[in-house]
C-alpha cells in the first residue's frame, strides 16, 4: 500500500512564500506521476500542479502560474510545492496525490490519481 504525507502548511500574510513537501512511502516516489490539488473552503478540490515521474512534463493551474513551482528530488524522493506571493484567494486544504505505479505521465484529472495524502492546510490572510 502507497502512503502520501503532506507537511508544510501554515498560516502566513499575503505575498509571503511556503513551500509543501510530499513523499510517498511504499514505493519511491520517483516511480510516481505527482499531482498537487486543493480545495478551498466550501469549494470543490482543484487542480494546482502536477509532475511526470520524469520530471520532464510539469502543469499548472492558470491561477498559480508564475507563481507557484513543483519539482522533485529523486534523492529525497519527495516532490515540493514552492508558492510564492501567495493570496488569500490560495487558501485552502493542499493535498498531494501520486499516479498509480509506473505510469509515466503527469494529469490534471483527480480521478486519474490513485493515492491521496491527507491534506495540509494553507491559510493567508490579507
Known amino acids: 500500500q502507497v502512503q502520501v504525507v503532506e507537511s508544510g502548511g501554515g498560516l502566513v500574510q499575503a505575498g509571503d512564500s511556503l513551500r509543501l513537501s510530499c513523499a510517498a512511502s511504499?514505493?519511491?516516489?520517483?516511480?510516481?506521476?505527482m499531482g498537487w490539488f486543493r480545495q478551498p473552503p466550501g469549494k470543490e478540490r482543484e487542480f494546482v500542479s502536477a509532475i511526470s515521474r520524469t520530471g520532464g512534463r510539469i502543469y499548472y493551474a492558470d491561477s498559480v502560474k508564475g507563481r507557484f513551482t513543483i519539482s522533485r528530488d529523486i534523492a529525497k524522493n519527495t516532490v515540493y510545492l514552492q508558492m510564492n506571493g501567495l493570496k488569500p484567494e490560495d487558501t485552502a486544504i493542499y493535498y498531494c496525490?501520486?499516479?498509480?505505479?509506473?505510469?509515466?505521465?503527469?494529469?490534471?484529472?483527480?480521478?486519474?490519481?490513485?493515492?491521496w495524502g491527507q491534506g495540509t492546510q494553507v491559510t493567508v490572510s490579507s
Open positions: 496525490a501520486a499516479r498509480s505505479p509506473d505510469i509515466i505521465a503527469a494529469s490534471t484529472l483527480r480521478y486519474e490519481y490513485a493515492y
Open positions: 511504499g514505493r519511491t516516489a520517483s516511480r510516481y506521476a
